[in-house]
């Protein structure tokens, strides 16, 4: 209401009956020091606010932060009872903190308990009344407030006065569902709907309508009134406590997790074609029903799910692909190789979505156009025959340009010889079969397994570069050479079911921006262009010795990550953490005294060691004694028993010759003789012991005469049955003595060898500590170390920017921004993707790496999560700007259902006079939503011209001034020690012209063309990021506020009016809180706007350098052709004259190709802006004239019944979801909050024991409180 007081901010207000309670309750309250703190008394679920004394309160001691559900578990948990609690006769949400309670500002809270489940006492006093009074149905009593409701806090801009519940839907007679009429005067006995049809009496000061608000969810109590039609009216009413739809949107915008937008998200799609389905039967005959078709299908297109793109970049060797594999937890998919670079191609991985279990791994291999081959193989011709129409002896040096050119070519057509290539035509080659009917084309893989999925992809893109014997041959094994495809692919998309993929990050391997392959280049750039994230890899020990996160990425990378804003989006990775000494690490790290303990344990362990195997090597040799002892025992009982055979049998027998049984022994091979004993003794594998000593064996011969001397004695005599007997009897004792003995060794081994295998286990985990010791100590100086470097970098380059922008007043002691902000902002992950791989069960043939006891020590799984999170806030932002949409389509289809052609309860001289003031009104919005459109981008293009076109004069003076003096560089002599101060060798130089000034070797990146535009885009660096990064959010921001005011002023005036004249004020109701939904479009349409800036600028801040080669490829042309003698001075000079001709010119025009594609940005800007502010004010002015306005059929006519049914069909179909919705939120916050309760039950029970919960009577009166918290 115009000129009234604002409404107050907080949702709850200290009436009478609070008052009254906080009276008593402080007559018992201890006493405590409540700075900062607060007393909370709550009046127990037994007692009765009527009647209470103060000995009834509970007091507790708690923090401003501290939530309801803190204390109602405490409350709980003292009497074993459930309950809900109540401010100020209001039930209160349990998130609800202390802070936002302190109604009398004396950090003194007040509540009383009510047992879950049972009505609350009837309170003898009311809360103090709103400004516009409402009457509440007997039915809409507290106790019907649903338990642990969420209280939406409203925003502070605007608060109408009106307020409305979502309409339900009404019955007529029949039981039929459709809107009630609006006819001048209530000529039905049933109650109106909820809309614009339900209106205060003409003339009445301020109407009373329902007071329940779609922006406060919470119900006050209120005078009774006596006004016609509002308590039947308000008897229709939905219970008032539930939060409506947009509530709950708005609450699920501001706190809901990304996957809880995309389930509503998800949930609301579905709805969305249910909705679209009711509307088709009326499309042919009913406008609106064709318009709100068609805004659904724009909202069902709508894209939610956009990818992030997330580019890995790094020198060769740095690990990537291990890392990317780790990451997708694959032991292979990306090709990788340890002896040289193999993912040549760009390679994209993202998620899969086909459930086809032979389509687990899929890919789309892209090749590049004809056109692309044939210029890449035009420039590698030119560079690999030479002037004698030759193959360059130079092609068997890999670094050379003749080399890079014949493995391209060799790749491609490896049956071709050097001759052949020689003779050959482009156009001989373009038309080669098999290869120019792949050109343009994309080759689909898709496969069940990683290993053949692996296998053929690697067919496709390892570049194998083998300088072998073979690559000379036409047939390497009786096999044709085959084709190599790498130069001929543009990028290679694989699709895998990898969780770090699942919400939307797609992996990018990029192996340079600078390709030889335009076509690969240019995919690798646009893909730098869309980075949302940029992961750069480094060895580790790389990482920190060479400054890598200062140096690694060259001083042009720098610059072009400083023009793009994309600074902050920089993730560091260290890879190989697993290749350290720990040695070196701990005298590096100082780590030798916290490691000297471990370092005796180990000297202990190994001299521990060396004793039990040297024990283990005697008892082994005295093992192999006994053994032959068998064995020989064996060999005499086979005699023996022989002999005893013979004798039984009647033949007269003799000893044996102990001569002759060593002479028949040492005749015997003693390998062999050997091997048939351990075989006949059964000797242990593990134990087996192969004594080639002579003397040992000369000790069993000797054991074996000496046993037999009695028997040599008496050579000559016979042998009897006894003397046989006697003989075996003791070879069998000394047998089973000898094998007793053994017994007692192996068990001795046995022992010894288990004491081994702890002392060494011992020391593998000592040495693991260690390892983990060092690797840890390593990962913490260099995560330290990067972060510096990263700060160091970008200081560097803004020193270097202010210098040059004003010497004089340049302070190299002022910090331009918050370096150290800088350096912790930068997220580092020193990773070991081998450890990983090795814990979670993979690379079974490698050995175990060391130092690892966890997979969150390689910090593989840390980087997983880190891939996820990168995509929360573009899918959070997506589904933000899909539900606020949806919210607003769902009131603009409400207020159209609400109309059955019937009209307002207002003459026809009224209808009139309203409709004029609505369109006038209209009318004043447009202009001024136009005219704020118009400020904003007078506001960008004024940034434009001071921070940018305004410095184009001086630094095109300054480029001028240089460019000569550049070009004499190129044309130095050769610099060995450092190569980028002197010029070019001849092929390098050759090779350069030959790709308009930019091509990449050995030495890194040699663009001409930026090297002369070097001086402006250096000196533009801080002022393009000034714009960019700060000048056009904070415009956009400004039109916002703007639009946002715009809005509210118009909502006044309209709400004002209408409060006068009485026409469509519950309409009015709900169009203010329609207004929260398009002042969030708006909020939209802003960041829409600076996405889209900032996409247009880093178009814009790239065409500096192309120009310069546009004005440049004549003397490129002119160079790649000149021949013969003399020729590398020719061209030398014939490019320094160029660029001395063409100078002023190019610089000139390069900064104006710039200034209008910024201008043509803005342009573009603009229209979106001026479309979607249009777009916004067509619904806005379709919303406010279906409420004053209206249709108004004939008297006497009504709508056709068929779409009545419709209107209210649709309106039921929105409540129902509106429930489903609202049901479907509260049972996953549920299981949401039963899951964090398990999680945090042992620390909410100790934080509950420590709860000081005080029962005063008035003997305690006066005892301090505890200082035990919550």
């Excluded at 004798?647 to 022994?665: I, M, Q, T, W, Y």
């Excluded at 089973?736 to 702890?758: G, H, T, Y």
């Excluded at 019937?902 to 919005?925: H, M, P, S």
Aim: glycine letters at 4%; aromatic letters at 6%.
């Amino acid at each position: 209401m115009e000129g009234s007081d604002p409404p107050s901010p907080n949702i709850f207000e200290a009436g009478t009956e609070y008052k009254r309670l906080h009276t008593i309750a402080l007559l018992l309250k201890p006493e405590v020091n409540l700075e900062n703190e607060f007393a909370v008394a709550v009046l127990q679920h037994t007692q009765n606010s009527t009647d209470c004394s103060s000995g009834d309160f509970l007091w507790f001691k708690v923090k401003s932060k501290h939530s309801v559900s803190k204390i109602k578990r405490a409350y709980r948990k003292r009497t074993n009872v459930e309950v809900d609690f109540k401010l100020a006769n209001n039930p209160i949400g349990d998130a609800v903190q202390m802070k936002d309670l302190n109604l009398l500002k004396d950090n003194i809270v007040v509540f009383t308990a009510h047992e879950a489940g049972h009505a609350s006492p009837p309170s003898v006093s009311r809360a103090p009344l709103q400004r516009l009074n409402t009457q509440v149905s007997a039915n809409l009593t507290a106790s019907n407030v649903a338990k642990d409701s969420i209280l939406a806090k409203a925003e502070q801009s605007y608060t109408s006065p009106y307020a409305v519940s979502p309409s339900v839907p009404v019955k007529d007679e029949n039981g039929d569902m459709f809107p009630r009429s609006q006819g001048r005067s209530q000529t039905r006995d049933t109650p109106t709907r909820l809309g614009r049809n339900l209106t205060a009496p003409s003339g009445a000061p301020s109407p009373k309508i329902p007071a329940t608000s779609m922006v406060k969810s919470e119900t006050h109590n209120s005078e009774e009134t006596s006004m016609s039609g509002i308590a039947e009216a308000s008897a229709t009413l939905v219970s008032p406590n539930k939060p409506s739809h947009n509530e709950r949107v708005q609450h699920l915008n501001e706190n809901g997790s990304p996957e809880e937008l995309e389930a509503e998200v998800k949930n609301s799609q579905k709805f969305l074609e249910t909705l679209k389905a009711q509307l088709a039967s009326m499309l042919s005959v009913n406008e609106a029903a064709q318009y709100f078709a068609q805004q659904i299908n724009d909202l069902l297109s709508q894209k939610v799910d956009t990818p992030t793109i997330i580019g890995v970049v790094g020198n060769t060797g740095a690990g990537k692909s291990s890392v990317i594999n780790a990451m997708l937890e694959e032991e292979r998919l990306v090709p990788t190789n340890c002896m040289r670079a193999c993912t040549a191609v760009v390679t994209e991985m993202s998620w899969n979505s086909s459930e086809d279990e032979n389509e687990k791994y899929r890919a789309h291999i892209e090749f590049i156009g004809a056109a692309d081959w044939e210029r890449d193989l035009r420039i590698s011709l030119t560079e690999l025959i030479d002037g004698n129409g030759q193959v360059s002896r130079e092609c068997t040096n890999a670094e050379s340009e003749a080399g890079i050119a014949y493995a391209k070519i060799k790749a491609v057509y490896p049956q071709k010889t050097k001759e052949e290539l020689a003779s050959s035509t482009v156009e001989q080659l373009m038309n080669e079969p098999g290869i120019k009917e792949v050109l343009g084309t994309v080759k689909k893989v898709a496969k069940g397994s990683p290993e053949a999925f692996y296998r053929a992809l690697q067919h496709y893109v390892d570049s194998k570069e083998k300088a072998t014997a073979d690559s000379k041959k036409k047939i390497v094994n009786g096999e044709k050479k085959q084709t190599e495809w790498w130069p001929l692919i543009r990028v290679v998309r694989i699709f895998t079911k990898a969780e770090a993929l699942s919400t939307g990050a797609v992996i990018v391997d990029l192996p340079g921006v600078h390709d030889s392959n335009a076509a690969r280049a240019a995919v690798a750039a646009g893909y730098m262009k869309q980075c949302t994230g940029l992961f750069i890899v480094a060895p580790i020990n790389r990482a920190v010795d060479d400054k890598a996160a200062k140096s690694l990425l060259g001083e042009s990378f720098k610059r072009q990550l400083k023009f793009d804003g994309t600074y902050p989006r920089i993730t560091f990775i260290c890879s190989k953490t697993d290749d350290i000494s720990i040695i070196e690490a701990s005298d590096s790290l100082g780590l030798e005294e916290e490691m000297a303990a471990d370092w005796e344990k180990i000297d202990e362990l190994e001299k521990e060691q060396r004793t039990l195997k040297q024990s283990v090597k005697d008892l082994k040799e005295s093992k192999a004694v006994y053994t032959e002892l068998i064995n020989d025992a064996e060999d005499g009982m086979e005699v023996w028993e022989k002999l005893k055979s013979e004798l039984e049998d009647g033949n007269e027998v003799f000893a044996p010759s102990g001569a002759a049984r060593k002479r028949k022994r040492s005749a015997e091979p003693s390998k062999s003789r050997k091997k048939s004993k351990r075989s006949r003794v059964n000797s242990d594998d593990e134990d087996d012991f192969i004594d080639d000593d002579d003397e040992e064996e000369e000790d069993a011969n000797d054991w074996d005469v000496e046993s037999n001397s009695d028997i040599e004695s008496e050579t000559g005599d016979p042998l009897t049955m006894d003397l046989i007997e006697g003989k075996l009897a003791q070879l069998k004792d000394d047998k089973k003595r000898a094998r007793q003995e053994k017994i007692e060794i192996d068990n001795k081994i046995k022992k010894l060898n288990q004491e081994l295998k702890v002392s060494e286990k011992a020391q593998g985990e000592i040495e693991t500590a260690m390892s983990a010791l060092c690797i840890g100590g390593r990962n913490k100086y260099s995560k330290s170390a990067i972060q510096r470097d990263f700060a160091d970098g970008i200081r560097e380059l803004d020193m270097e920017s202010a210098q040059e922008e004003d010497p004089e007043k340049f302070n190299p002691d002022e910090e331009l921004r918050d370096y150290s902000e800088v350096a912790r902002s930068l997220p580092v992950f020193c990773v070991s993707s081998r450890a990983y791989q090795k814990l979670r069960g993979r690379l079974q043939r490698d050995n175990k790496v060391p130092g690892f006891r966890s997979t969150a020590e390689t910090e593989i799984p840390q980087l997983q999560a880190h891939c996820k999170k990168l995509t929360e806030a573009g899918r959070a932002s997506n589904c933000r700007n899909f539900l606020t949409r949806l919210s607003q389509l769902l009131n603009s289809l409400r207020l159209w259902a609400a109309n059955d052609g019937t009209g307002l309860n207002l003459t026809d001289t009224q209808l009139a006079a309203e409709t004029r003031f609505l369109n006038l009104r209209l009318k004043t919005l447009e202009k001024s939503l136009y005219a704020a459109v118009k400020d904003c981008l007078k506001e960008m293009n004024e940034a434009l011209a001071e921070h940018i076109f305004e410095k184009y004069e001086q630094l095109i003076e300054g480029a001028i001034s240089e460019a000569n003096a550049t070009a004499s560089r190129w044309h130095s002599p050769i610099n060995r020690e450092n190569r980028h101060l002197g010029g070019y060798f001849w092929a390098t130089y050759k090779a350069i012209v030959r790709r308009d000034g930019v091509f990449s070797n050995a030495q890194g990146l040699q663009d001409l063309n930026f090297q002369l535009i070097e001086p402006i885009i250096k000196n533009l660096g801080s002022h393009w990021e000034r714009v960019f990064a700060q000048r056009m959010p904070r415009v956009l921001q400004s039109f916002t506020r703007a639009a946002k005011s715009l809005l509210n002023a118009f909502h006044r005036e309209i709400e004002s009016r209408s409060m006068k004249s009485g026409a469509g004020s519950a309409g009015i109701a709900l169009l203010g809180q329609q207004l929260r939904n398009y002042e969030n479009i708006f909020r939209q349409v802003s960041q829409q706007m600076i996405e889209l800036i900032n996409n247009l600028q880093r178009e814009a801040n790239r065409e500096f350098t192309p120009i310069i080669a546009r004005n440049l490829s004549t003397a490129y042309d002119w160079c790649a052709n000149e021949s013969g003698p003399g020729q590398f001075k020719r061209m030398q000079s014939h490019m320094a004259s160029h660029v001395d001709t063409a100078r002023s010119e190019m610089f000139q025009e390069s900064c104006d190709e710039v200034r209008n594609r910024l201008l043509d940005m803005c342009k573009q800007v603009e229209e979106g802006m001026s479309l979607q502010t249009d777009e916004i004010f067509m619904r806005m002015q379709r919303d406010y004239t279906e409420v004053v306005s209206g249709t108004r059929l004939p008297q006497g006519q009504m709508m056709p019944r068929q779409e009545r049914k419709m209107r209210s069909d649709v309106t039921q179909t929105i409540e129902d979801f509106e429930k489903e919705s609202a049901e479907a939120q509260l049972a996953a916050e549920a299981a949401k909050l039963a899951v964090e309760e398990e999680q945090k039950n042992l620390a909410d029970s100790a934080e509950e024991e420590s709860l000081n919960l005080i029962t005063r009577s008035p003997a305690t009166t006066g005892r301090p409180m505890s200082e035990d918290r919550l």
